[in-house]
């Protein structure tokens, strides 16, 4: 049933009905993004409701973390694009192989960085000029969740074998599992057992538990013809190459992006804790709205990765377009919804009742929102460079959306045009459309259809 099950996906990617195709991935990997924010979303209202520097805390440490899990975050990627090229050209065994490496990367990895920043976290909390209150809740949650990394792992591990198979209802349903359990903990340990931010931490880590060890189980599992075999764990230096030249460019420009990002929240923490909670609001209520199109983006780096395997181009350009221009559609009506400012004020009063907090989130929101539907663009190609293997070229454009045009426009309205916080909400939705339309430019001018990868018939397992 599994074999004729990944024979159904992989014969509507490469010859069925394209839409039919983008929205059969696109949307469970949606409602998947959708229940994996519902973790942070979940922590941020309670901690909402507990008090601002809980939530001022939370928000300026989350960017240390994604900074780590987007490095690792390379290794599924390329995971991901290697196995579903190696469907596409028909070979089952040098996919299974890649499984089997990608596995056992991301592992050591995880295993490595949760101990390093289990006792590092007090520096890092520390230079980011947090004090007080703010710096001692940071550290505890930091510490606690740095510790989920290798559930994490094995949790993605699984999404991204399943991704490539064009199988993204099980990945869903295993992470609708998770955020049950989440939501269940986090007011049982945070205000029944009055652990406060720990209780948060706590609740994160103790909700993936169950959904990692399923996902093991899974992936282990003989009868699937993609599994892992825990016997034949070894290292493949071919396959390892293929991995570095497709994973390091996004394990680069994700890890610098975030850096980027953590750098915003420091910048963002000179405006006050209540400037911190807001930014941290306005993101994660504006991330909601762009889920649909995260998710279209992975549909497109699964199509387009299979279909160019099976050396179809023009029906990988053809995926492409239709869900560029589906994600632009939706977020422009969305968009222009949230941007109300009605609206956006209801929106983020439920994560906060400071008053200067909402009013702060909901100009956030509004402007992002407004202009939101330029990450139809940016998401949709990232997918399409992604599923090519030309991961070089996403790692330039996820670099220079952060450390060239986000803090050059965050210098520009800062210094020169006096906007205070605003001028952080500005340049968010500037250095986003940018980087949208330098990708644009790059896929009118077929970088992507030249060899990002060449396909070898590895040997071994």
Same mark, same amino acid.
């Given at each position: ?26 949307? &469970? ?9 519902? #973790? ?7 901690? /909402? ?17 994604? %900074?780590?899990?987007?490095?690792? !975050?390379?290794?599924?990627?390329? /995971? ?5 090229? #190696? ?34 976290? &007090? ?8 004090? /007080?209150?703010? =710096?001692? #809740?940071? $550290?505890? =949650? ?61 609740? !994160? ?16 599992? &003989? ?68 889920? &649909? ?11 387009? /990765?299979? $279909?160019?395997?099976?050396?179809? =181009? ?5 995926? #492409?377009?239709?869900a560029r221009n589906i994600s632009i559609l939706f977020l422009l009506v969305g968009g222009m919804i949230l941007s109300f400012a009605p609206i956006s004020k209801a929106i983020v009063g439920i994560f906060s009742d400071d008053d200067v907090v909402v009013a702060m989130a909901a100009d956030f929101l509004s402007i992002m929102a407004f202009w939101c539907w330029t990450n139809g663009i940016y998401n949709s190609s990232i997918g399409l460079f ?12 996820? %670099? ?8 050059? !426009? ?23 459309? %940018? ?11 077929? %970088? ?14």
């Open positions: 049933m599994n074999f004729l099950k990944k024979e159904t996906n992989r014969s509507l990617i490469l010859n069925g009905n394209m839409l039919q195709a983008v929205l059969s991935i696109a949307v &469970p990997v949606a409602l998947n993004s959708f229940l994996q924010t519902m #973790y942070n979303l979940t922590d941020t209202y309670w901690l /909402g409701k507990i008090g601002t520097e809980q939530l001022a805390a939370i928000n300026l440490v989350t960017p240390v973390q994604n %900074i780590i899990l987007n490095f690792g !975050t390379g290794i599924t990627v390329a /995971g991901s694009v290697l196995i579903a090229q #190696y469907i596409g050209a028909g070979d089952d065994e040098n996919a299974k192989g890649m499984a089997n490496q990608i596995f056992t990367c991301a592992i050591l990895f995880a295993f490595t960085c949760a101990a390093i920043c289990f006792f590092v976290t &007090p520096a890092i909390v520390g230079w980011l000029g947090a004090d /007080g209150n703010t =710096y001692d #809740y940071g $550290n505890i =949650y930091l510490r606690i969740v740095v510790l989920d990394m290798p559930l994490l792992y094995t949790i993605n591990i699984y999404n991204a074998i399943h991704q490539a198979q064009g199988d993204t209802v099980r990945p869903m349903l295993l992470n609708f599992l998770g955020i049950v359990i989440n939501m269940i903990l986090d007011p049982l340990f945070m205000l029944v057992l009055d652990l406060n931010i720990m209780g948060a931490a706590l609740a !994160t880590l103790a909700a993936k538990l169950p959904s990692a060890i399923i996902a093991f189980y899974a992936l282990t599992r &003989p009868s699937r013809t993609i599994h892992i075999d825990l016997r034949h764990l070894k290292f493949e230096k071919e396959k390892l190459m293929d991995i570095l030249k497709v994973g390091l460019p996004t394990a680069i420009g994700g890890s610098t992006m975030q850096l980027g990002f953590l750098l915003m929240s420091k910048n963002v923490y000179k405006y006050g804790t209540e400037a911190m909670a807001a930014y941290g609001i306005g993101n994660k209520v504006n991330s909601l709205i762009t889920l &649909p199109t995260n998710g279209i983006g992975s549909a497109v780096a699964t199509i387009v /990765g299979q $279909n160019v395997g099976a050396e179809q =181009y023009d029906r990988a350009e053809k995926g #492409y377009k239709l992604q599923g090519t293997g030309h991961t070089e070229v996403t790692m330039l454009v996820d %670099i220079s959306r952060l450390w060239v045009f986000r803090f050059l !426009t965050l210098f520009l309205f800062e210094t020169v045009f006096h906007m205070a916080e605003r001028s952080i909400w500005y340049s968010v939705v500037v250095s986003n459309g %940018i980087s949208a339309a330098v990708l644009y430019v790059l896929y009118r001018m077929r %970088i992507w259809r030249k060899p990002g990868m060449q396909k070898k018939k590895h040997t071994g397992n």
